[in-house]
Nanobody
């Protein structure tokens, strides 16, 4: 069973940047063999898939609204997943979760809040 813990959230002004991290632990979970994803949930809305990355980090896919602004990456030697978010806007305000696997259906961490406001 994997345990995921996100960090790096907070408040940021429109146009600003944030870098989220996700630490993966758990006996029997081989981080380097699993695709990973970021998902988010804005206030009053459902869970939204943001992006996913293959196990070896060679291929990623993003929801259209964040393409060119967000970058997902990973360090398999440290069991860490990252999300670099640039040029943030108010629509990016949400609780952000890392998730096991490709898509939004896997095990998630407790999340980290990102609030974009002036």
């Amino acid at each position: 069973q994997v345990q995921l813990v996100e960090s790096g959230g907070g408040s940021v002004e429109p146009g600003g940047s944030k870098r989220l991290s996700c630490a993966a632990t758990g006996s029997g979970f081989d981080f380097s063999s699993n695709a990973m994803s970021w998902v988010r949930q804005a206030p009053g809305k459902g869970l939204e898939w943001v992006c996913s990355l293959t196990a070896d980090g060679s291929y990623s896919k993003y929801i259209r609204s964040v393409e060119g602004r967000f970058t997902i990456s990973r360090d398999n030697s440290k069991n860490l997943l990252y999300l670099q978010m640039d040029n943030l806007n108010s629509d990016d305000t949400a609780m952000y979760y890392c998730a096991e696997g490709w898509g939004k259906g896997g095990t998630r961490g407790p999340g980290t809040q990102v609030t974009v406001s002036s």
